[in-house]
């Protein structure tokens, strides 16, 4: 019999199905945050994301409007990581047949409130029937050369910054597993994360390479230095987190930085600025390491220094 | 309780869920065959289907290539009945985590076939597990002016023409749910259909409306009259069968006229011209009807006159 899915991995089914594009316009196509298509002078930005019932999220947790506000965010967040700005959406949805119409009118609520907000236009998409609860959203995007930011940019001496306190979704989770209705702050973040369309524009005009935090913070800085040709360290000790966070960690008897490297969908930004630019982007985010020639590898330093391995994987375990 | 999908019907959810877009560049959005966005002196098409096992497809009767290539073709297709040529793919799949990488490997390969022979990349998507099987593939198209062809634009005293012989796909899928294996033809266009970017382009310069078979003549027609505000009649006898669709029909005791008008998954092209170009596309295609003053309503002419009813429709049965 053959290798299974959960054998080889996420990351090996993509390596597995991904060819070589064919067409000229194609800048970056599967192995970043989103696809990118030279337009004229512009850049097309694509991304999707597919969420199912059961292994995404459960209903029981999570109001109707809030599964459709994170399936919107997680895409625009993307668009993001790439210095873009987003402009359409095609949603496709399968609905059990006897799914009552408001609770999929609260879903769209969700998303058209998440897509507003960030001047996106839900243009098309499909609706079909299923035995459970599907929903897989497209995002355009729209950049020029000056924002376009991949991840293969980053370069040895690089400063690595996050935009923000990690693991709070990974934190949530857990709590809504163990049946804890709080701290609230973690449930918030894992439910109704955001993103930052905020300042992502401002960094890309400096970073050399940015990703966001959708699979958590180790498995984003592997990333960056696959596609860069690079190595890295993180300082464990500068990852940021939250108060609400480490109030969890303790409750769960569960070590917060693992939350921050392991956990994922806190859709922060993880970028890469060369030194001369560090003081222009202090205020976006917090240095937690550096990129290193490959041959340095991936490391973490946390008292001893040690690979840095892990990140959320699809197919390798049932998580969510 | 309020109401279920069951009762309101994929239609009528698509209406409760549709909003006006917002941004200036959107032609056409959710209610044609692809969204249209102008860019430039050009238009970008964007359309998508999302496809969930055992509601749309069954592993024990389709090979996993057939499932790939069906689920790219009928994307193309939706691209074709604009008048657009195909660019682009995005392709998200849920997969059991007990799926074996070879069944994943042969579905990629159906779907790059297809890709390939319509000059198509597949530059992106999501994997992720679920419990069930579930593709979402979005094509991307281009087209100008002259090509674009919406469902809009049919005219009363136009004629309605069809591309070729329609029921073979409901044929073969009723076949094989009574547990037949042949005649091979509905079957085989059941399971690996094709679409008609062939003639498409050369159509859609004549056309004034084009739309593809995706849900039964019935239902394809009705669309073409609620977006161009118009009415129309079909005239039963001319609708083009081929003889392996009635042989199905005799076998299953069925009517190959209701496969045709009923059933869909045929991607044919259902397009309308006006009488001083239908000259120039006879060749494409078979004159089933025309265009009547809206008032006259939806009509089939069988011996009696009477409403043209029916058509696919998701949520409303679990016919697939």
Redesign the interface.
Known sequence: ??????E?G?F???K??S?E???EG?VA??GDD??V?K??EEF?L???????E???FRKEWCPPEKIGRKAMVSNISDIAAMGGIP??A?V???????????F??SV?KGM?DVA?RY?V????????????M?I?V?V?GRTDKEHLTLRSGAKTGDYILVSGPLGGSKAGLELLKMGYREPKGPIEKHLDPGCRMDIARDVAVFASAMIDVSDGLASEVRHICEESGVGAIIERERIPLDRETIKAGKILEMDPYDFALHGGEDYELVFTVPEENLDRVRRYGTVVGRIMDKDMGVMIENGEIMDLKGGYE?????RR
């Open positions: 019999m053959g290798m299974k899915l959960s080889l996420e090996g089914l993509i597995r199905i060819r594009p064919q067409r194609v196509g599967i989103a696809a298509i337009d004229g097309i694509y991304t999707t994301d597919i969420i199912v059961d292994s995404h402009e359409y095609l496709s949805i399968a609905l059990r047949s006897d799914t009552e119409a408001e999929v009118g769209y058209y507003d001047g236009d839900i243009i098309g998409g499909d609706t079909t029937h299923g035995s459970l599907v897989n497209v355009t699809h197919f390798r375990e049932d």
